[in-house]
């Protein structure tokens, strides 16, 4: 079955302990991306990459940090967390983007940090 | 960074009713596209839209690309309890740093 996994679903962790959120796709995608969404903000992406080695940050990089070593594989890091990272946290897969190529999420990682 | 702005907010309807949300940008875009999110899950893919004017439906959905390119709409007829999630715009400028803007929602309720 063609999907977006992330592990883990829900975390709570502690101020300052890092964290990495992973991200995979089976479906042989060029284009990966990273979104938080919060209440009355939407979704906002953090970083994305076009292909392996090759990551961009997005509008709120901010505390975050990504890798693209392998296609399948695009983790989340967050080095020291914060509050303010308490989000709902979302990886997406596609061909590329551009023109009819649709974007597919995974199904999200609601983290807390207290 | 961008925003895209979307409206309303929230709606609470009856079954059986028509729906209606928009969204509006302060820059134009290339592609618009309409997902829908459901609890406990990422967003799916409704509709996409990729000329000035293009008006596309999907079942029941019905979305159109404005004129301008710096807005568009959602229309969801004859709603039903199933129809219940988060619907999110979004738009798409292709080039070198190609990504998606969100808008910010319209949360749907549906009631028997």
């Known amino acids: 079955e063609a999907q977006v996994t992330q592990n883990p679903r829900y975390l709570i962790t502690v101020t300052g302990k890092k964290l990495t959120v992973t991200c995979s796709q089976n479906?042989?995608?060029?284009?990966m991306s990273w979104y938080r969404q919060d209440p009355g903000l939407g979704l906002r992406q953090i970083y994305y990459?076009?292909?392996?080695?090759?990551?961009d940050k997005g509008d709120v990089p901010e505390g975050y940090k990504v890798s693209r070593k392998e296609k399948r594989n695009f983790p989340l890091i967050l080095e020291s967390p914060s509050p303010n990272q308490t989000s709902l946290y979302f990886c997406?897969?596609?061909?590329?983007?551009?023109?009819?190529?649709?974007?597919?999420f995974g199904p999200g990682t609601r983290l807390t940090v207290l | 960074g961008q925003q895209l702005n979307q409206s309303p907010q929230s709606m609470f309807i009856q079954e059986g009713e028509d729906v209606s949300m928009n969204c509006t940008s302060s820059?134009?875009?290339?592609?618009w596209l309409w997902y829908k999110q459901e609890p406990g899950e990422g967003p799916v893919l409704l509709i996409a839209?990729?000329?000035?004017?293009e008006l596309t439906s999907n079942g029941r959905l019905t979305a159109q690309f404005g004129i301008t390119r710096k807005d568009s709409f959602l229309n969801i007829s004859a709603s039903i309890p199933s129809d219940v999630g988060i619907y999110f715009c979004?738009?798409?400028?292709?080039?070198?740093?190609?990504?998606?803007?969100f808008g910010t929602g319209t949360r749907l309720q549906v009631t028997l």
């Open positions: 990459s076009m292909n392996v080695e090759v990551t």
């Open positions: 479906m042989n995608h060029e284009y």
């Open positions: 979004a738009g798409e400028n292709t080039g070198t740093a190609s990504k998606l803007t």
């Open positions: 997406a897969s596609s061909w590329r983007l551009a023109g009819d190529n649709e974007q597919f």
């Open positions: 820059s134009i875009f290339n592609t």
């Open positions: 839209l990729y000329k000035a004017g």
